[in-house]
């Protein structure tokens, strides 16, 4: 037997368009022995055997044959295909629709099975939490429910002793605010929430940091962009997770904006430059003339002073914001240093005030009435004693010491310091009459503040549980000594009165009330020594509004001297300055936007939210509560 | 003239915020949003009022002046009067 290997074309078969090389052979063999043998070796390998014909006809015959048969796959396989197509086609009409609805029936069938079965009742068993004012509607919705299938579902109110999930119902709008609250914690069930007050005392802090009239207003038209794009498709479905979080925070960042534009009218700066909106209240001329500036005396004293005490240089304080005069100035940042300070503070103490006072809607909604005295009190007098006076002391110079006495003005940072430590320094001049007295009051009073605020509460809740518990004694209602004793015994159960744990129900009388003193006692001391710490540092924390905003009012004036002022100043020829204009405002407009309406941005942004974070709601917002994440098909957004 | 020169400010910006902060609550139509609508009026005006007042206290009586280069001298002191 021998074969050869004919040359001709690999074929390839059109199925799965795997190319697989076919080889033909020409295999000859004498006898029929070897014939079988050859047979068994071509089944073997699975090989396509045709007998070679000895007439040429006859192989034209099974060639056309062949050529017929493989014609007839292909078309059957053409056939298999179209139809596999369109059969594919109409699933894929039909598929999201299906894949959604077996979302939804295995979200179903997952929360079905978080209910247990009753075996004899027969039926599923399940504890949830629903919104009061939203149970007619779930009534509703099982009636009809159960109307249509035949077995009922019923509802019914169980008295619980968890504390109940924490739902605010937010609009597109506060949405935004309210998700900033809840990054820090979402409240306790009932507890006063931040996030209706931080709606404008958010944007309102980071303006104070970010004040710029130019800045504000690039940052105001790109969330009014997003706002008023807000609906279209393309801009809702985004992916891109930066994307997804400006455009989530649209809202915030529209109101930053507009704060922004009426801080910067305030501070006076517009992409670092001045505005002479009304007539400046300081009068060159004046001092010129009444000192007698000629030229030649300007010629030879590179810096002058401006002196407000003669007359007719300082005419009015500039009606809306800081005067334009201290833009030209050398020592404007002198000015703006003392201005920021004493704005932050008092910004800050007015502030945490509004903390305090916010946590007397906390002891009233939860019945903690003796709060009020013991914990409110104390902490607002503490709180507006020394930081209010030094609030106090500030407005009063402005108001009182002009400039006939600056040179012996009164420096309040050494009047405060002598206050806490009851000295005085003979080189500062007081402030009022009575200083003295007025301040060892306050530091006294305050003083005395700090021991009702350690022991007040714990001593209040002991004497209260004892009074609750001393009817139960078989002794009967006698107080004495003995009585009182005895009682302490027969205590068992479950919550500790802690001050800061305010338990949603109702003062238990129902309840066995364990009341351990030094637990309570323990936690008063730790909230006592934070708020009284705090009232310090958290005063100091509250100049970072002057350092941020000095930090971006040098950033953008350092941009516009730098660069703007330089493509600016060019030259005096028309073409040139306007050649150059252009890669100079290039320049200067992508570093504006990069550094600092970016980066100075986000740093505002952050600052202003650990202000509230912190500062602001360690006064009266606990934050361990949890969110009600009800059942629902709607996809979050 | 100075006395005049600050009252106005403060009588026109003190009308102004309070009519948003004080009168504006009263005229906020009745719907689920009023509350929050409210306070927003209140906190913006109680806000912004008082961030003007410390701008406008603040330079009430400068203990000193601004200094200025010979050159801001020169152009100020016949472009401002």
Same mark, same amino acid.
Request: aromatic share 10%; with cysteine; charged share 15%.
């Given at each position: 037997a021998s074969f050869k290997e004919l040359r001709g074309p690999a074929l390839e078969p059109p199925i799965l368009g795997e190319p697989a090389t076919w080889m033909t052979f020409l295999i000859s063999y004498w006898g029929e022995q070897i014939g079988q043998k050859v047979r068994k070796i071509t089944d073997c390998f699975h090989c396509h055997v045709f007998p070679f014909e000895d007439q040429e006809e006859a192989r034209n015959g099974v060639l056309q044959q062949l050529q017929q048969q493989s014609q007839e796959l292909r078309e059957v396989l053409g056939e298999t295909e179209r139809f596999l197509s369109q059969v594919l086609g109409r699933v894929q009409r039909l598929l999201p629709s299906w894949q959604v609805q077996i979302h939804k029936m295995k979200a179903v069938y997952l929360a079905l099975n978080q209910c247990s079965v009753s075996a004899t009742h027969k039926c599923l068993i399940a504890e949830a939490w629903c919104p009061t004012s939203d149970l007619p509607a779930l009534q509703q919705a099982l009636q009809e429910s159960s109307s249509e299938v035949g077995v009922s579902a019923v509802v019914h109110r169980i008295p619980c002793r968890d504390m109940p999930p924490t739902l605010i119902r937010t609009n597109r709008f506060t949405a935004s605010f309210q998700g900033i609250v809840d990054a820090y914690g979402v409240g306790r069930y009932l507890e006063v929430n931040p996030a209706p007050y931080t709606i404008i005392t958010f944007p309102f802090l980071f303006a104070v940091m970010f004040g710029d009239v130019g800045h504000g207003l690039l940052l105001f038209l790109f969330a009014l962009a997003m706002v008023l794009a807000e609906d279209q498709p393309a801009v809702k479905g985004a992916q891109n997770e930066i994307w997804r979080t400006f455009f989530g925070g649209r809202y915030l960042l529209l109101l930053m904006g507009l704060f922004s534009i009426y801080t910067g009218f305030i501070y006076n700066e517009c992409f670092s430059r001045a505005t002479t909106i009304f007539p400046s209240g300081w009068s060159v001329a004046a001092m010129a003339n009444q000192s007698g500036w000629s030229d030649a005396f300007l010629a030879q004293h590179p810096m002058l002073t401006l002196d407000p005490n003669v007359t007719g240089v300082f005419l009015r304080p500039y009606p809306f914001g800081i005067d334009p005069i201290w833009s030209l100035a050398t020592n404007h940042l002198s000015f703006l240093n003392s201005f920021k300070m004493k704005m932050s503070v008092i910004l800050g103490v007015i502030h945490m005030a509004f903390g305090v006072v916010l946590g007397v809607f906390n002891h009233v909604h939860f019945g903690q009435h003796h709060r009020l005295l013991l914990e409110f009190l104390p902490q607002l007098t503490f709180l507006l004693g020394l930081f209010g006076y030094l609030v106090f002391m500030v407005v009063y110079k402005w108001l009182r010491v002009s400039a006939a006495g600056a040179a012996e003005a009164p420096s309040i940072l050494i009047h405060f310091i002598n206050m806490f430590l009851f000295s005085r320094s003979p080189t500062n001049r007081p402030l009022y009459r009575g200083q003295e007295v007025v301040q060892s009051t306050l530091v006294v009073l305050a003083l005395a503040m700090v021991p009702i605020l350690l022991l007040g509460t714990?001593?209040?809740?002991?004497?209260?549980?004892?009074?609750?518990?001393?009817?139960?004694?078989? +002794?009967?209602?006698?107080?004495?000594?003995?009585?009182?004793?005895?009682?302490?015994?027969?205590?068992? +159960? &479950?919550?500790?009165?802690? +001050?800061? $744990? $305010?338990?949603?129900?109702?003062?238990?009388?129902?309840?066995?009330?364990?009341? &351990? %003193? +030094? $637990? &309570? %006692?323990?936690?008063?001391?730790?909230?006592?020594? $934070?708020?009284?710490?705090?009232?310090?540092?958290?005063?100091?924390?509250?100049?970072?509004?002057?350092?941020?905003?000095?930090?971006?009012?040098?950033?953008?004036? &350092?941009?516009?001297?730098?660069?703007?002022?330089?493509?600016?100043?060019?030259?005096r020829e028309v073409g040139v300055a306007a050649a150059v204009l252009v890669p100079v405002f290039a320049a200067f407009a992508t570093l504006t936007v990069a550094i600092l309406l970016v980066m100075e941005g986000l740093s505002a942004f952050l600052h202003a939210l650990r202000l509230h974070w912190v500062e602001f709601q360690n006064k009266f917002y606990s934050g361990t509560g949890y969110k009600l994440s009800p059942f629902t098909f709607a996809v979050e957004d | 003239m100075t006395a005049h020169s600050f009252a106005l400010p403060v009588i026109v910006f003190t009308t102004f915020w309070g009519l948003i902060g004080i009168a504006g609550p009263w005229f906020v139509p009745k719907g689920p949003n009023r509350g929050v609508i409210i306070t927003v009026l209140v906190t913006t005006a109680v806000c912004c009022y008082l961030f003007w007042l410390i701008a406008i206290l603040a330079q009430l009586n400068p203990l000193f002046g601004p200094q200025l280069k010979n050159e801001t001298i020169w152009y100020v002191r016949f472009l401002w009067e």
């Open positions: 714990p001593l209040y809740l002991r004497w209260q549980h004892r009074r609750h518990h001393l009817p139960r004694t078989p +002794s009967g209602p006698q107080l004495d000594k003995a009585g009182f004793l005895n009682s302490q015994d027969g205590n068992t +159960s &479950v919550n500790g009165w802690g +001050s800061d $744990e $305010e338990k949603a129900g109702p003062p238990g009388d129902e309840e066995q009330a364990e009341f &351990v %003193f +030094s $637990e &309570v %006692f323990m936690h008063q001391a730790i909230h006592t020594i $934070e708020f009284c710490l705090g009232c310090i540092s958290n005063t100091a924390s509250y100049l970072r509004l002057w350092a941020l905003s000095l930090a971006h009012a040098q950033l953008s004036e &350092v941009l516009w001297a730098m660069v703007m002022h330089v493509g600016l100043s060019m030259g | -």
